[in-house]
């Protein structure tokens, strides 16, 4: 949706093509679910044979897992069939919603192809972060996600069924982007997308919109003690490993703390503390201005995440001018830079999380000024504008190569 809103503030004509219509906007069109009885029928067979292939799995998943996607979509080529007329096409988080057989293939032969990488799911054989399994590098099987021990697995033909559906791609048409320069590692050492070109393009966000406020009118909205020591935690699904909480919890717990000490959270689910702790969760919120007061109100964001592509999170709370510990972890070091914009940690070491963490609290000068260098990293070099202007070159690159 920021990089939508990015290209169309530049003069391009930018047209967002979604499964579901969470917010209207200029350019956004939703894809049309409506159907006739064969196409339904169609649509509930593809759904019940993808089901029917992850069922023997679904038992053998324990809380915590990582999510897992299929290469296939119940729209088949119906996707297509709406699909707007475009110079380049440039695909985002699709699994669920692109089957890669049906696109890859019928796609016009003549349209470049972007493909952004939101999570590593693209280049694997169907989970969104491989957890240091590395096993994306060859050819996938025994998944560690599936709690599978054969080499012939649902990874693995999911794997293979990419691999089939890239090899019909004609050299120069599809182009990787990815949102960190971890995660363009990732890919280029992965067997599906190691031949094919990769830019590392960071994310933006509107540096006017995520903006400091004052932080005791912050609190005061929210309803916050004026004088608590806040740390603020934000995931969807806190309770997936991936995320770190866990590590964050026991972090908390080697804190001097006292009543002043109070964890801030956000986000679908609330994250699961002691009783002893202060701590307030404000839910799913999708409104960016009071997710700004939100951001403006912490002490420190905390990032405890164990693999993390980017962690546009840490980019939000850092446009509001408020500090970062963050872990070593996949992309987090491109934007938490110790000492300027905040300080780093061994990821899954909660002796040295909590170590950052009260140094940030207890040193009100580091605090100030990485606050202010938090700030003007996001303005000069995360606006919408520069991420825009280097996807639109990309584009426009690509249209003169096809």
């Not at 029917?52 to 299929?70: I, L, M, N, T, V």
């Not at 699909?83 to 096409?89: H, I, K, R, T």
């Not at 000492?339 to 909660?350: E, F, I, V």
Request: proline share 5%; with cysteine; charged share 25%.
């Amino acid at each position: 949706m920021r990089l939508h809103r990015g290209l169309r503030q530049i003069g391009h004509e930018s047209i967002f093509f979604v499964r579901d219509l969470a917010e209207a906007g200029e350019g956004i069109v939703a894809f049309d679910a409506r159907a006739g009885l064969f196409v339904r029928a169609l649509r509930n067979a593809r759904r019940n044979r993808i089901e029917a292939d992850f069922a023997p799995y679904r038992k053998k998943r324990a809380e915590g897992q990582e999510f897992f996607s299929d290469d296939r979509g119940v729209l088949g080529g119906e996707l297509l069939r709406q699909l707007p007329a475009a110079d380049v096409v440039n695909l985002h988080w699709v699994a669920g919603f692109v089957d890669y057989s049906d696109f890859l293939a019928q796609i016009p032969q003549k349209t470049p192809v972007v493909w952004t990488l939101h999570d590593m799911n693209p280049f694997t054989g169907g989970c969104h972060y491989d957890r240091s399994c590395g096993k994306f590098a060859a050819a996938c099987g025994a998944c560690p996600e599936l709690n599978s021990n054969a080499e012939q697995d649902l990874s693995r033909r999911i794997w293979q069924r990419k691999k089939a559906a890239l090899a019909r791609v004609p050299r120069g048409r599809l182009h990787i982007v990815a949102d960190s320069h971890w995660l363009a590692s990732q890919a280029k050492q992965s067997s599906l997308f190691r031949e094919l070109p990769v830019t590392a393009i960071h994310y933006a966000l509107d540096v006017e919109t995520f903006a400091p406020r004052d932080r005791a009118a912050a609190r005061s909205v929210l309803g916050l003690p004026a004088n608590a020591k806040i740390i603020l935690f934000v995931a969807d699904h806190p309770r997936i490993l991936r995320k770190g909480f866990a590590i964050l919890a026991e972090a908390l717990a080697m804190l001097p703390g006292g009543p002043e000490l109070l964890l801030l959270s956000m986000g679908r689910s609330k994250p699961e503390l002691p009783e002893r702790f202060a701590h307030v969760h404000l839910g799913y919120v999708t409104d960016e201005r009071f997710q700004a007061i939100i951001y403006s109100a912490a002490d420190v964001f905390v990032i405890p995440s164990l693999q993390e592509a980017f962690g546009q999170t840490a980019l939000e709370a850092m446009a509001c001018g408020t500090p970062v510990v963050g872990s070593d972890a996949g992309g987090i070091p491109e934007i938490v830079r110790e000492g300027a914009t905040g300080l780093l940690s061994p990821a899954g070491d909660a002796r040295a999380l909590a170590a950052a963490v009260e140094k940030m609290l207890g040193d009100g000068g580091l605090r100030a000024a990485t606050g202010r260098e938090c700030r003007r990293l996001a303005v000069e070099e995360y606006a919408l504008e520069i991420q825009a202007r280097r996807y639109a070159k990309l584009y426009e690159d690509m249209v003169r190569a096809n």
